[in-house]
């Protein structure tokens, strides 16, 4: 069995990538289509999820009534979060996703304890609001301008405002499932149910006649989006989930705006400032005292270990 803490590691980096997502896609988004660039990711995620699952041999077929909720968990999550998020990359910018996606984790806190009953202590209240604070800081640079109180402000804000909803509750909804099976098994059907429905959009558009355009570098994006972003980091996703209250692992979702400005400021030479550096270490506190408010007790899933390499 591993270390209790290694769910906070794999919901850290489950955020690191995805953090990280927002500008590959951008990258991937100037040569190719959403529809297209989506099934191409989530293509390869399957073969990535499909190997974990044969390495460790957690391979079993769910019931009926689990198999149906893991077809909505598919569509869910797979075209419609992966369909609403990438249009809106196409039309908005990355630091607007980014300052919207950083309400996914009020979302989830807010539907776990409607729906799951989890406990809203006052170190989870305020570690929540830190780390939204220094979200906020990190998208804005410290400059409130009116432009970023009127997000969304636009149909591409709005569609990541709406990814940021849905996220949430195909979270939320996943908890009851992770119970009863293997959170690698869970996240390898839903991925391949999700890729199954992406399949027709991907016909219809005629994809394939895109990925000619694709250059090293798109390749190299999609490859990142594909193996780390749907692959990795869902793996680890589930896992933490599986693990954590859903609004524990949540709180790693204010850390992807961070990593956001990072990559972006390595990759197309954007400037990183002090307020983003302030704005990291408020992030860090904030997901801190949120997962310190349940005196850091997670539950253990019987092998619930995940890794591709095994252990």
Not at 92 to 99: D, K, N, P
Request: aromatic share 10%; charged share 10%.
């Amino acid at each position: 069995m591993r270390p209790r803490k290694w769910s906070y590691v794999e919901g850290l980096a489950a955020a690191l990538f995805w953090g990280a997502s927002f500008v590959a896609g951008k990258v991937a988004l100037s040569e190719i289509s959403p529809v297209t660039m989506t099934t191409l990711r989530f293509g390869i995620g399957v073969v990535v999820l499909a190997f974990a699952v044969w390495r460790l041999h957690v391979f079993e077929m769910v019931g009926k009534r689990d198999l149906l909720l893991l077809v909505v968990l598919g569509a869910i999550g797979i075209p419609i979060h992966q369909g609403l998020q990438a249009n809106g990359l196409v039309v908005t910018a990355a630091t607007s996703v980014g300052w919207l996606v950083a309400l996914t984790p009020v979302f989830m806190a807010i539907l776990a304890r409607i729906f799951l009953s989890e406990s809203f202590g006052t170190a989870k209240v305020i570690g929540l609001i830190v780390a939204f604070l220094g979200a906020f800081l990190v998208v804005t640079k410290g400059t409130l301008t009116t432009d970023v109180l009127r997000l969304p402000s636009t149909m591409g804000d709005s569609l990541a405002l709406a990814s940021s909803l849905n996220w949430a509750i195909f979270s939320v909804i996943s908890k009851p499932v992770l119970r009863r099976w293997h959170p690698t098994l869970v996240i390898a059907f839903i991925m391949a149910i999700g890729w199954i429905l992406l399949l027709p959009f991907f016909v219809s558009a005629q994809g394939w006649n895109e990925i000619s355009r694709l250059s090293m570098s798109g390749w190299i994006a999609v490859g990142f989006l594909g193996v780390f972003c749907s692959g990795l980091a869902y793996i680890f996703w589930y896992d933490a989930l599986a693990r954590l209250d859903a609004s524990q692992a949540a709180a790693f979702i204010y850390i992807e705006p961070l990593v956001t400005v990072v990559v972006a400021s390595i990759v197309l030479s954007e400037v990183v400032t002090l307020v983003t550096f302030v704005g990291g270490l408020t992030i860090l506190l904030g997901v801190y005292l949120v997962n310190r408010s349940n005196g850091l007790r997670v539950k253990e899933p019987v092998d619930a270990e995940v890794s591709v390499a095994g252990d």
